[in-house]
């Protein structure tokens, strides 16, 4: 869902402000470690993941994070046009809430933090290209494509998450 405020300042005309309200959910993901070692717990089994593999070392494994996200990118658009197509730019604040996590997936160094393996919240920077062509009694078809990125506010390098974000986006405006 995307809610659009145009002509918000009267002398910026091509300045338009989006909020942006998704629910995204993150399944499969491939756990690395890049700092030597670290132990995770996941489906009841205990594992150490080494960032180099020697012999039978694991150095990854796949986990279901069934995480449940919802986000909502503040973002301010520049307008080139005020023809029929519409291309804009955007650049813009990340805000993005766990709603739920797997239970049975325990990241020890993080869990250990936060009494739990996704930090709740996660702020970042969005920025997007896209445009919009408009149709009869001002709706519009609209595609954009954005970069996310975003991460918890911790500042221990240890305990920081950060999620890359790249999305393409179809959508009709009422």
Known sequence: CRVEFENIINYAENLSLQV?????????????????????????????????????DLKSINIDLKAVILKFPI???YTFSKGQIRPYIG???SNTVVVSQNKDFIYTTFYHEFNQTIPTYLLGFVGRIG????????????TDLNIDYSRNMNIDQFLR???????FTIGYSL
């Open 75 to 77: 973002v301010v658009n």
């Open 161 to 167: 998450l950060t999620n890359n974000l790249y999305s």
């Open 131 to 142: 445009s919009k062509y408009i149709l009869k009694n001002n709706h519009a078809l609209y």
């Open 91 to 93: 650049l813009g604040i």
């Open 20 to 56: 942006d309200f998704t629910f995204q959910k993150f399944s499969k993901y491939n756990f690395k470690e890049k700092d030597r070692f670290t132990t995770l717990s996941y489906d009841g089994a205990y594992y150490t993941i080494y960032d180099d593999s020697y012999n039978e």
